[in-house]
């Protein structure tokens, strides 16, 4: 089985690369690969809870992040360091995601034959 980690690097204001990238990883999901997220940087924001993103002009793609567990997507890490700079703690994102170091995301990546970034 394939393993691909697919790593969010982008605000969700102002672009559609968070909804891209989540296409795609609910695409490869459904054709039985192994897929991991990463958010890191301001892609971070994608987690919080009460976002309004039509108010941008964009999609409401946020509650398909809860559906990914239908999508046997299990490996949902989120960027330590991130966090801490947006002033943010995993308890506060919308989805149940690991906290992980620059390591811990190194070594998935270490391990993935594919990685995509949005």
Known sequence: MKQICIIFRKSPLGTSSGR????????????????SLVFMQDAVLHLLPSQIPELTGSKDYIAALKALSLYD????LVCQDSLSNLGL???KLAIDAQPASFDDIKALINTADEVMVY
Do not use: R, Y
Not at 20 to 35: C, I, K, N, R, T
């Open 20 to 35: 891209e990238g989540l296409d795609f990883a609910l695409l490869s999901a459904s054709f039985e690969q192994q897929v």
């Open 73 to 76: 997507i299990e490996t949902v």
């Open 89 to 91: 703690t995993i308890d």
